[in-house]
C-alpha cells in the first residue's frame, strides 16, 4: 500500500492563480481531511469528509474549495491564491474498524504564494 | 469547541536522559482520544502513542509513556532513554471518540532537541 500521496511536493504561485492539491488513499479509509501547518499554529483543520458526495468545513475554510467524488481522491483547490495561504498542506485519511482512532498523514506539500 | 494548549514551544534534552513534555486540553466531553504525534525533519507525522480517555491505565509503547490525569486534562509524554533519532516537533492532539476521527484539534506543537 502507498498509504497517503499528495501531489506536489512543492508549488509556487503567484497571488491570485489557481490551482488543485491533490490527494489520494489507497486503503479504502471513508475519512479524509485537510489541515495547513503555519509556524507557532499546529495544524489546523480545513475542510474534511466522512465519505464519498460529503464534506465539511473546518476551523480555516476560507479561500479553498474541496469535492470528494471518490473514496481514494479528496483534492484541495484554491481558486485564487492568496500570500495568506503560504503554508505547508497536510492530507489525512482514517478508517472505520478496529483503528478507528488514528488518522494517517500523507507526507505534505508546501506551497508558497508570492 | 475543544483546545488543546502545550505550554513548552522548545525543549531540550541530553542523549539518555528523560524528558517529559506538557499537554492540557479543555472538553466538556466524557468520552475521547488523546494523541501525541511527532514531526521529523522530513516532515512527517508519525503517530506515537495513543490515549483512551475511557481507560485509567497509561499508554506505553517502548520509551515512550504518557500520564494521563483526567479530572486535570492534562496528557504528559515522558520519553525515557532520549536517543538523537527523537528530536523533532512534538505534537499533542484530540479527538472525539464518536464520529471524529476525521477531525483533530492540535496544540501548537514543542520542539525537541536532543543533545549528544
Known amino acids: 500500500n502507498a498509504g497517503v500521496t499528495q501531489t506536489p511536493k512543492f508549488q509556487v504561485l503567484k497571488t491570485g492563480q489557481s490551482m488543485t492539491l491533490q490527494c489520494a488513499q489507497d486503503m479504502n479509509h471513508e475519512y479524509m481531511s485537510w489541515y495547513r501547518q503555519d509556524p507557532g499554529m499546529g495544524l489546523r483543520l480545513i475542510h474534511y469528509s466522512v465519505g464519498a458526495g460529503i464534506t465539511d468545513q473546518g476551523e480555516v475554510p476560507n479561500g479553498y474549495n474541496v469535492s470528494r467524488s471518490t473514496t481514494e481522491d479528496f483534492p484541495l483547490r484554491l481558486l485564487s491564491a492568496a500570500p495568506s495561504q503560504t503554508s505547508v498542506y497536510f492530507c489525512?485519511?482514517?478508517?472505520?474498524?478496529?483503528?478507528?482512532?488514528?488518522?494517517?498523514f500523507g507526507p505534505g506539500t508546501r506551497l508558497t504564494v508570492t | 469547541a475543544q483546545t488543546v494548549t502545550q505550554s513548552q514551544p522548545e525543549m531540550s534534552v541530553q542523549e539518555a536522559e528523560t524528558v517529559t513534555l506538557s499537554c492540557t486540553y479543555d472538553t466538556s466531553e466524557s468520552d475521547y482520544y488523546l494523541f501525541w504525534y511527532k514531526q521529523p525533519p522530513s516532515r512527517q507525522m508519525i503517530l506515537v502513542i495513543r490515549q483512551e480517555a475511557y481507560k485509567q491505565q497509561n499508554a506505553t509503547e517502548n520509551r515512550f509513556s504518557v500520564n494521563f490525569q483526567k479530572a486535570a486534562k492534562s496528557f504528559s509524554l515522558k520519553i525515557s532513554d532520549s536517543q538523537l533519532g527523537d528530536a523533532a516537533m512534538y505534537f499533542c492532539?484530540?479527538?472525539?471518540?464518536?464520529?471524529?476521527?476525521?477531525?483533530?484539534?492540535f496544540g501548537k506543537g514543542t520542539k525537541l532537541t536532543v543533545n549528544p
Open positions: 492532539a484530540y479527538r472525539s471518540r464518536w464520529g471524529g476521527s476525521e477531525k483533530l484539534v
Open positions: 489525512a485519511s482514517s478508517g472505520t474498524g478496529a483503528h478507528t482512532y488514528e488518522q494517517y
